[in-house]
């Protein structure tokens, strides 16, 4: 069987209630934090349960193996890496399965979102098991991913079970910013709101986590951080915390999650957005987990997809570092010889390098053995561009979630392949949905983009976002100055574009004369959660310059950056490019202090940058 069973739904019992029934339930597991919080759980409810993992001892493996071949446990989890031990899956097989549960089982999908070499040799392993029954389950998988799962499995025949991907009980919203200074700020004033309530902020990078759990603390708030870079003590005690309620916020990376099953998480906070949808929504489904209502929050930037993007960049990598790693692992052992347990080493593409060394007949389809020692062999490189390529359109999708104008809920819904109905009601689209006095108005500002996209030969996001397209239809400015309080519209943009923009609103206003009046532009709207504005991408170039200019200054009175001027102060100045003291003092952020400790300074540098600007026109 393959099961596609949401967050929350209770997995677990598909292969506990047989354990209890039948007893010699093998559970294979990628993530050791699972293993021991189920363990715990079930042998404290009296199920004879336990565990075989790379924390253990020898000795600790041996007496644990010993107990299930013997029949004093009923149910036994292991990982995907132990399966490599011969002797280990022999025993087993001695000893007899009646049930095979293989969690998280997107990881032996090369189209799923968290790839793991090591689950290519389970459809080996069950079948020297003699091919019990089985059950793949996971919590998010595509049409797509489905079909490779049981096709690598072996499980082309089996029942498939999938039920609705749909939490009704999350609220889904996107908080748009410029940079980390207004991130930061969005995220301390956030959680602040929701000090007391258990929560999650998930980031890129190990830095970051330790960074914004000390920001946290700082502000008050009972944080702390967790990254696979931690020592496993370190790691399982922080983890302990945070489920004893004794940790309020944990400032994560992806590592963290995995099989947590804290019921009580309030809200969950991507502070940087991840490659895939699959995987927002993964960890987005670790919250509210005993059904009550909590919030899912994607902080979205400008530069939200630069992460992503070299990260793909980093897992697929060229030709020639393929030639280089097989070289490596051909110098080390030869033909017939085991992959090394430390395979390829330190490197990025490992994952991707194995899948071509497999299609080009030089590793088995388990990737545990070598097939050929020739340094020189041809290595087939099709599938590494061809899993780049679907990573870049998984990507698009996940910017698609960011950006869109309609249901954050049927979008994602309609991702996994499942019907959607007009308005969830829950997301802060449909929150803040303009009915239909302005649907129709910003459908039409979104064609009327394609068009100057095509006649400026721009991209259709450089010209303005889809958020701004509603923004637009919501305020139906009148003005040039009305358009400039419009979120996303900066002075260049107005220039560029604002003309057709407000003849645009003018005809549709006049097809329309009973509209009800025009919205409020800015603050007045019912947000899931607080919006703030970014910069127009037209400024990006100051901005950046702008943001060099601080951090030398900040180096040069020892201070930190944003004690110069944050993010928004930057990106307001990029915007407005005051020419004198005056015009400085109007910009936001720009109090008396500032303006006579770094207005002469900052004056300076975007004069310079226009001067260069005008000599490169």
Partial sequence: MLAVLPTGSGKSMTYVLPALISGRVLVVSPHIALMQDQVESLVANGIAAAFINSNLTNSEKRNTYIAFRDGALDLLYTSPESLANQRFVTGLACAGINLLAIDEAHCVSEWGHTFRPDYLRLDSVRKQLGSPRTIALTATATSLARDDIARRLGLDHAVRVVH????????????????????????????GKRR????????????????????????????????????????????????????DVMVATNAFGL????????????????????????????AGRDGEPAECVLI?????????????????????????????????????????????????GEVMAVRAFQESGLLDSAADFLLSDNPDAVIDSTVVD?????????????????????????????????????????????????????????????????????????????????????????????????????????????????KQLLAEVRNWEAEHPDAAPRATAGPARKDAVNHSRRPDHADIPLFDVLREWRKARATKEGVPAYVVFGDRTLSALAAARP??????????????????????????????????SDETA
């Fill in 164 to 191: 609705s991907v749909d939490r009704p009980n999350l609220t889904f919203a996107v908080n748009f910013g410029g940079g980390n200074s207004e991130k930061q700020d969005f995220l301390l004033d956030y959680c």
């Fill in 196 to 247: 007391g309530k258990s929560g999650i902020v998930y980031v890129g990078s190990r830095k970051r986590t330790e960074e914004l759990a000390e920001l946290l603390s700082g502000a008050g708030l009972n944080a702390a951080h967790y990254h696979a870079g931690m020592g496993a003590k370190d790691r399982s005690e922080v983890q302990r915390r945070f489920m004893t309620d004794r940790v």
């Fill in 259 to 286: 099989g947590v099953d804290k019921p009580d998480v309030r809200f969950i906070v991507h502070h940087d957005m991840p490659a895939r949808l699959e995987a927002y929504y993964q960890e987005s489904g670790r």
């Fill in 300 to 348: 979205y930037t400008p530069y939200s997809a630069a992460g992503p993007r070299r990260f793909i960049d980093r897992d697929h990598p060229p030709a020639s570092e393929l030639r280089m790693a097989w070289r490596r692992l051909c110098a080390g052992v030869g033909p017939g010889s085991r992959m090394p347990e430390s395979r390829l080493g330190r490197f990025d």
């Fill in 386 to 498: 061809r899993h780049r390529e679907h990573e870049f359109e998984m990507l698009k999708r996940m910017l698609g979630y960011a950006q869109t104008l309609g249901c954050r809920r049927n979008y994602i819904l309609e991702y996994f392949g499942e019907k959607s109905t007009d308005s969830c009601g829950n997301c802060d689209n449909c929150l803040n949905s303009a009915g239909g006095n302005g649907s129709g108005l910003a459908e039409r500002i979104i064609r009327l983009r394609s068009d100057l996209a095509r006649k400026n030969r721009m991209d259709p996001v450089d010209v303005f976002e889809d958020r701004t397209a509603r923004e637009i239809a919501d305020a139906r400015p009148g003005s040039e100055a009305e358009l400039l309080e419009v979120w996303g519209i900066g002075p260049v943009r107005a220039r560029r574009f604002g």
């Fill in 579 to 612: 020419k004198d003291m005056d015009e400085l003092f109007t910009v936001f952020g720009v109090g008396a202090a500032k303006r006579d400790r770094f207005g002469k300074a900052v004056l300076e540098a975007i004069a310079d940058f226009e001067s260069k």
